[in-house]
């Protein structure tokens, strides 16, 4: 599977953004999509995950109520929604894949970089 991550950007606290993760290859055996980030100088979080087949969703506690993950499968692309934007959501945001019967995510794209300004 192969995964493009887009949509980063400079936003002001407070304003949105919309990323995109497309998905290309085999995705028929995709479990789900996740999307994590990771703040200069610290490790790689989880942010969002969600279900290909049944749109089960997952969120780290510091964005629910601000960031919406959902997808089109037709379109192989699942996006984030991230609204009311703080400053310490700043990160390189990177999207991944989890292979139907793994525990962990095995593909991964490049990142997009979300910066907030305060």
């Known amino acids: 599977v192969q995964l493009q991550a887009s949509g980063g950007g400079l936003v002001q606290a407070g304003g949105s953004l919309r990323l995109s993760c497309a998905a290309s290859?085999?995705?028929?055996?995709?479990?789900?999509i996740g999307w994590f980030r990771q703040a200069p100088g610290k490790e790689r979080l989880f942010v969002a995950s969600?279900?290909?087949?049944?749109?089960?969703?997952d969120y780290t506690d510091s964005v629910k109520g601000r960031f919406t993950i959902s997808r089109v499968n037709a379109e192989n692309t699942v996006y984030l929604q991230m609204n009311s934007l703080k400053h310490e959501d700043t990160a390189v945001y990177y999207c991944?894949?989890?292979?139907?019967?793994?525990?962990?995510?095995?593909?991964w794209g490049q990142g997009t970089l979300v910066t907030v300004s305060s």
């Open positions: 969600i279900t290909w087949r049944g749109g089960k969703t």
């Open positions: 290859g085999r995705t028929a055996s995709t479990y789900g």
């Open positions: 991944a894949a989890r292979t139907i019967g793994w525990t962990s995510y095995d593909f």
